[in-house]
Structure formats: structure tokens, C-alpha cells
């Protein structure tokens, strides 16, 4: 531990994250830069959640890292060690435990608290990139609100698809501002980025861009009058918890075209897998 | 019966620069009236200027010297002062050219082509069109080829295309040249009429007619033009 | 829009734009009135294109001031600030480049590339955009079948005539043409010049033409300004200058064009 100074970064550093942070939460949906520092890991592996972790991590908090929804996966598992290592802080895979959950693209099952804040790993921050390659350009267009583009892209969706086939990376409009990328979370997780109780940064490692959601934000997905935005909707329900109504993740089970589908939030599965045991006594 | 167009003293010289500057003066001291319900017919050999007084009055060629007055009913223009507005503006509904060549832009049918001059004038595309069609069978054009560009058309069909375009909207004062220089004795006729109901309907007309009887038959009043030639050696 | 006949919808005072020591346009001033089509004619290098760049707002002046016509007043476009520009740009003008890759959006829909302007003006309903699109592209004779297609699967002619309707989808009181036919077949230029000249006529749209190609300019322009070395040589309407050229560089402008 004395090795490190706490949570790895120096305070310097902190304290320019910090400021883009405070930046970022006084213009909800706005990307802020910042000077993101190398990590000790390569970028694709969350530089810009960790940074932003980083940050914001207090002795008493304590961290529960996701991905995918799993607590259990490499990346997950590698973080959380991170912080264990540099921090000493205590870690947990309990979604209402945590007081900072960083995610790789999947906001847990359990409705999160005010107490709580949800940091984010974002790969590609600027949702206009798709159709304007210049960031130039695409500046211009947030501060001028220029977002007919946007719209391009999902039309393109209709006439090739019939509906709107983004699934995940679904563009949203904050507080009639701004629009943003909520990471590539699944859409199906757009309706709880909306008004949430807890904080919820985002942090782009290899693009130097921080975005944030303070609490109770308004955020809207796009859409069209006549093809209104939709989550996605699973016939069956998890195969372990029997619950449905949740991200369900397809599992193989064989080489016989078996498959299983089965809750992506991991916690929340056994949560509910318990609750049924105690049920069934 | 009134003046309609007043030619004072008009002089047009060109300005040769590509040719070190040589001075061409075609037209000098050129005064003529036409009144409404009146034909004056520019008379004299070929080089005399007939066809560049009409494209000076027509606004096309630019006055070096002298005026044209032009009476549009509420208000006289002098034609040697006014704005390119101004010109536009008597074109759409003062003076009319009918010059001795179509220019159209390709591919556009012939109907359309007669038709959108009296669209132009106000009229709806309804009546502008069913006037085109007769006026163009009354010129023997024949009915299949309206719906083609008149670009592929004989001379004399170009010529009788050009001459239905002026008659669907024809304005207070009219200028030919040559109207009738390419065409057979039946349809000759037939435009020398039509010219001569303008004259009867008060239009005021100033034009070139090659032929003697052509001007006999529209009971033209002549203007020799030799005289407003430059003199030689001058 | 409803337009005051009485005064010019755009006016351009003494403009000036240097690129180094290079005068690309100098003391420039003219009017454009409602419902005309003003042609630029000159050799490449007169500054011709420079000029319709600062009056379309895509270039800024030196000096000089550009006023334009709106709700029966003219406004100084130079004292605009750019999200104001950037609105009229989407909405009351159009700008028809020369190449249609640099207008059109080669990596999207035909229909997509009209439907822009429709939801840049917050349009959000998929089926009247839609058919709008339809709307346009048989507007500028383009199958309706091919909607969903990429620009890139159309020929020159095809894209040029795409561009058009990106531009005139919304219906703009001015448009900017640089040099639209210029790199088009002869007879996909006469296809062309119809269309333009149809929708200048119909839509009772203004319109500022650069082009070097005096045959062109002749048939869809009511007036002509001559350029050469960045400044204005000449003007009148364009039989006028066309007819009775009287700087030395027009007449051997004119002069010089081939007949057929």
C-alpha cells in the first residue's frame, strides 16, 4: 500500500479530474476534456471509469465494479483488485451495498439510491460521430443544438431494419440540451438513466472526456412520432431466477444448438434466486 | 392614335478591344416615332442597323448616345438610364422581341415553351396552354411534334415556334426581325395576319421585313435606315 | 415566405477577402432582387467561387458588409453570429456544390440526405418525412423506388440532381450554385439546366450561379456579373453583356466561346 499513493493517482491529478467532474455535473450532458492520465492498463479496459473512480474514492466508500452486469469477469475483477491494492478500500458484489459502482455498459437491476454514484466506462463519447467524422464540427453542433444528424442515423435504422435497430449506444437528450451517449449500455437501461436518484459520471479514458448525470436529470431517448422508442422485451425469463422483466443474457449450453437465457446483472440474479429458496423454505 | 416608342438622336458605337480598339459606329442620330395601331418597317441593305436599333430598343444593346422613350401607359422610360430592374420590367410586359432564331433550353417541348410566355404574363397554366395548341396548329406545326424540343425542328418550324411564343403573350409594343424570312407562302400568310391583328388590336410594331409585298400587305409605314448609316471615310 | 418586392433580397457593399497578398475579391458590390438569377461568370482564379463562399456565409470577409431580406427587412448578415447563420443556411438558403460529395452525405440514404434539413428543423415524424423524400426525388426525376439506395450507387447526373433536392426540401428563398453543371455529360447538362430552370420558375426561388460556362449562364440567368483577378468588370443583364460586351476581358470572354 505505501507503495501507492491512494487510489493510484496523484492528487494533482485528482483535482483536475475533480474539476472537470464538477464542470460536468453543472452541464449535465456536456463533454467536458480533460487530461487523461496513462494507466496501468491498456485503454479499452475502462482508463476513464478508473480515472474517474479514482477521483471521487474515499476511504469509507465501498466499490462494486461491473461488467456486462457480471461482477465476476475479468475486467470486473481486475479493477476491483486495483483498488483493493491501491486504496485498501473495502469492495462488495452487492448492488445495495456499494457507494460507487463502476460499470462496463449495464446499470444494475436494483433500483440504485441517492447515496449512490454510478461511474461509467465510456469507449466513444460523441454520439455524432457516426455521420461527422470532424470534432470540430461536432462541437459546433452541440453548442449550436445542430442535431438533425442525430435523427439521420436512426432513419437510416427504419428504412433499412423497419424500426429503429439501435440496441445499444442509444442517443438521449438531457434536459432538452444536449444530446449524449449513454455508453454502449443496452437501451433497454435508457429508461433508468432517466431521473435517477444517483449520481452517474461518465469517463472516457483514450478520448479525454468526462459527461455527467447529476441526480434527477431528465433524459430522453430519441425517437420519431410514429416509431416511438422501445426497450427490448424477452419472451422467456431467466432460466436460474425465474425472474422476468430483466436484461436477460443468451447462454449456449452445448454443441447441439442448446441455449439458456439467463439474467446479465449477476447480483441481482442470486438476490432473486435466494429470495425464491427462503420462499420455497 | 399615341406615341408609344420615341427614338431621340440615338447613336450605339462598339468598342473593339480585341481589335486594337476599333470603333464601329452603327447607328447615328437615329429619330423615329412608332405610334399604337402603327407598323413602321426598318427598311435598307444588310449592315445598315436594322437589326441593332431593334436590340437597342429592346435593351440589349446599351445607348452610346441619345434617348429612347418608352410609353408604358402610367409612366415614360427613358430606355438610355434605366436600371437592369427597370428593363426587366418592360419586358415582361411592355416590349416583346421576336428575334430569327429560337434560343430554348434542350430538352424542353415546344408546348411548354410557347405556353410559358403567357404564364410569365399571369396567365394560369390552363389557358396558357390551351392558347398554345391553337396557336401553334394555327402555324401548322403538327400536333405530334408539341411534346418535342423544338431544338430538332427545321428552320421554318423554329421560326413559326418563336412567332407562336410572342403572339401567346403579346405586349404593347412588338419588335420582328424577319419574321417571315424562312417560311413557305401559306405560312407566311398566316404570320403577316396574325401581325397584322396586332396592329388592328393597337399593338405598336417596329420590325424588319425583307419583302416588298409583305410590307404592302401590312400597310407598313417605311423608315429608310441608310441615312443613320456612318458616313464613309468619316 | 412572403417577400418585399421593394427591396433587394440580398446586398453586398464594397466586400473584400485576401488570401495573403492575393486579392481574391475586391471592393465587391451588387444587389440581387426577389425571383432573379444572378450569374458569376469569369475565368477560374477571378475569385468568382471566393465570392459565393463570403456571400453564402461559408467564408468571412475582410471588410465589407452583406445585408439580406428578411420579413421585409434587410438584415446584416455580417453581424450575424454563427448559430443565426447556421439556421439560415438550413432553412432559407441552399448550397449546391460543384462535386456532389461535398454535399451530399455519400455514407447515408438518398432519402436520409433529403430528410436532413427536415429534422435539423426538428421534424420528427418518420412517414411525412418520408414522403416528402418521395416527394423530391421525383421532383428532380430521380425512380422514388430508390430512396434507401447510397448516393454512390447514382451517376454524376443523379447525385447532382440529389443535391438539389437536399437543398430545396425546405423550400429556401435564396440558393447558391457552384458551377452545378460543371462536371456533367453534355446531355445530362441539358437535363439538368430544365430541371433548374423549372424549379427557379415554379418555386419563384432567387438564386446566385457561378459558372464559366457563358452558355449556361445565358440560358437560367437574368443578369451577369463579369470577374476577373478578384474584381467586378463588368455587369447588366445577361443578354446585354452577352451581346454588347463592353470591358476588354468580356469581349474576349464572349469571344472566345466555340460555336456548334
Not at chain 1, 449495464?106 to 460521430?129: F, G, H
Request: hydrophobic content about 40%; aromatic content about 6%.
Amino acid at each position: 500500500m505505501s507503495e501507492y499513493n491512494f487510489a493510484y493517482l496523484n492528487e494533482q491529478t485528482k483535482k483536475m479530474i475533480r474539476r472537470a467532474l464538477l464542470k460536468a455535473v453543472a452541464i449535465p450532458g456536456y463533454q467536458v476534456p480533460f487530461a487523461s492520465r496513462e494507466m496501468p492498463m491498456p485503454y479499452g479496459w475502462g482508463t476513464g471509469g478508473v480515472q474517474v473512480t479514482a477521483s471521487i474514492l474515499t476511504p469509507d466508500d465501498i466499490l462494486k465494479v461491473i461488467d456486462q452486469g457480471a461482477d465476476d469477469t475479468t475486467n470486473a475483477v481486475s479493477i476491483r483488485k486495483f483498488f483493493k491494492k491501491t486504496a485498501a478500500i473495502e469492495t462488495t458484489e452487492l448492488s445495495e451495498q456499494a457507494t460507487i459502482i463502476q460499470t462496463r455498459h449495464r446499470v444494475p437491476e436494483t433500483p440504485l439510491r441517492e447515496d449512490q454514484i454510478l461511474v461509467y466506462q465510456v469507449p466513444i463519447p460523441e454520439p455524432l460521430r457516426f455521420l461527422e467524422p470532424r470534432e470540430t464540427e461536432t462541437r459546433k453542433m452541440h453548442a449550436y443544438e445542430d442535431y438533425g444528424l442525430m435523427h439521420v442515423k436512426l432513419y437510416e435504422d427504419i428504412s433499412q431494419h423497419g424500426h429503429i435497430s439501435t440496441t445499444y449506444a442509444y442517443p438521449v437528450m438531457v434536459e432538452g440540451r444536449y444530446v449524449m451517449d449513454p455508453s454502449p449500455t443496452p437501451k433497454f437501461d435508457n429508461p433508468k438513466i432517466n431521473n435517477c436518484p444517483a449520481l452517474q459520471l461518465f469517463g472516457a479514458g483514450r478520448e479525454k472526456r468526462i459527461y455527467a448525470l447529476p441526480p434527477y436529470t431528465k433524459v430522453t431517448s430519441l425517437d420519431f412520432e410514429d416509431h416511438p422508442f422501445e426497450v427490448q422485451k424477452w419472451q422467456a425469463s431467466c432460466e436460474l431466477c425465474g425472474t422476468s422483466g430483466t436484461f436477460l443474457d443468451e447462454v449456449i449450453t452445448d454443441d447441439k444448438g442448446g441455449r439458456i437465457f439467463v439474467c446479465s446483472d449477476t447480483d441481482f440474479c442470486r438476490k432473486q434466486q435466494s429470495e425464491k429458496f427462503e420462499e420455497a423454505g | 392614335m399615341q406615341e408609344r416608342l420615341k427614338i431621340k438622336n440615338l447613336s450605339k458605337n462598339f468598342v473593339l478591344h480585341t481589335q486594337n480598339g476599333a470603333i464601329l459606329n452603327i447607328l447615328n442620330n437615329v429619330s423615329l416615332e412608332v405610334r399604337d395601331g402603327e407598323i413602321v418597317a426598318l427598311c435598307g441593305p444588310s449592315g445598315v442597323g436594322k437589326s441593332s436599333l431593334l436590340k437597342a430598343v429592346f435593351g440589349t444593346y446599351r445607348i452610346s448616345q441619345g434617348d429612347l422613350v418608352i410609353n408604358c401607359g402610367a409612366k415614360e422610360i427613358h430606355l438610355a438610364k434605366a436600371s437592369p430592374a427597370e428593363i426587366i420590367e418592360l419586358r415582361k410586359h411592355t416590349i416583346g422581341y421576336v428575334s430569327q432564331f429560337l434560343r430554348v433550353i434542350p430538352r424542353v417541348p415546344t408546348i411548354e415553351i410557347v405556353a410559358n410566355a403567357a404564364i410569365e404574363a399571369g396567365a394560369s397554366s390552363q389557358q396558357a396552354t390551351e392558347k398554345a395548341v391553337a396557336l401553334l396548329e394555327q402555324l401548322r406545326i403538327p400536333k405530334k411534334l408539341h411534346t418535342l424540343s423544338p431544338l430538332t425542328f427545321s428552320g421554318g418550324e423554329q421560326q413559326r415556334v418563336n412567332i407562336a411564343r410572342a403572339m401567346s403573350a403579346p405586349r404593347p409594343i412588338m419588335l420582328f426581325d424577319e419574321p417571315t424570312a424562312s417560311l413557305d407562302p401559306e405560312n407566311k400568310t398566316t404570320v403577316l395576319t396574325m401581325i397584322a391583328g396586332l396592329k388592328k388590336s393597337g399593338t405598336a410594331i417596329l420590325g424588319i421585313f425583307h419583302d416588298r409585298n409583305d410590307r404592302e400587305f401590312l400597310n407598313a409605314r417605311e423608315v429608310e435606315m441608310e441615312k443613320y448609316k456612318e458616313p464613309e471615310n468619316a | 415566405m412572403k417577400m418585399n418586392p421593394g427591396i433587394p433580397l440580398l446586398k453586398v457593399e464594397n466586400l473584400h477577402k485576401a488570401f495573403g497578398k492575393t486579392k481574391a475579391c475586391h471592393d465587391i458590390s451588387f444587389e440581387l432582387w426577389p425571383g432573379e438569377v444572378l450569374g458569376i461568370v469569369g475565368e477560374s482564379g477571378s475569385g468568382k467561387s471566393t465570392l459565393l463562399r463570403l456571400i453564402a456565409g461559408l467564408l468571412e470577409p475582410d471588410k465589407g458588409t452583406i445585408s439580406y431580406q428578411q420579413n421585409s427587412k434587410l438584415i446584416t448578415l455580417t453581424d450575424l453570429d454563427e448559430p443565426a447563420l447556421r439556421h439560415l443556411q438550413r432553412t432559407e438558403w441552399g448550397f449546391v456544390h460543384q462535386h456532389p460529395s461535398d454535399g451530399l452525405r455519400m455514407n447515408v440514404s438518398a432519402g436520409a440526405n433529403i430528410g436532413e434539413r427536415l429534422m435539423a428543423n426538428n421534424w420528427r415524424h418518420y412517414g411525412n418525412i418520408r414522403e416528402k423524400a418521395q416527394h423530391w426525388l421525383k421532383a428532380v426525376e430521380i425512380d422514388p423506388a430508390r430512396i434507401d439506395d447510397l448516393p454512390r450507387t447514382f451517376s454524376g447526373g443523379m447525385q447532382q440532381r440529389l443535391q438539389i433536392a437536399r437543398n430545396l426540401v425546405t423550400n429556401p428563398n435564396l440558393v447558391f450554385l457552384d458551377e452545378p453543371t460543371g462536371g456533367l455529360d453534355v446531355s445530362v447538362q441539358a437535363k439538368l439546366l430544365d430541371l433548374l430552370r423549372g424549379l427557379v420558375s415554379n418555386l419563384g426561388l432567387s438564386a446566385i450561379m457561378v459558372t464559366h460556362d457563358l452558355a449556361v449562364a445565358r440560358l437560367l440567368s437574368t443578369r451577369l456579373i463579369v470577374m476577373k483577378q478578384g474584381e467586378i468588370i463588368e455587369h447588366g443583364l445577361t443578354d446585354q453583356v452577352l451581346e454588347d460586351p463592353q470591358a476588354a476581358y468580356s469581349q474576349l470572354l464572349v469571344s472566345s466561346v466555340l460555336q456548334v
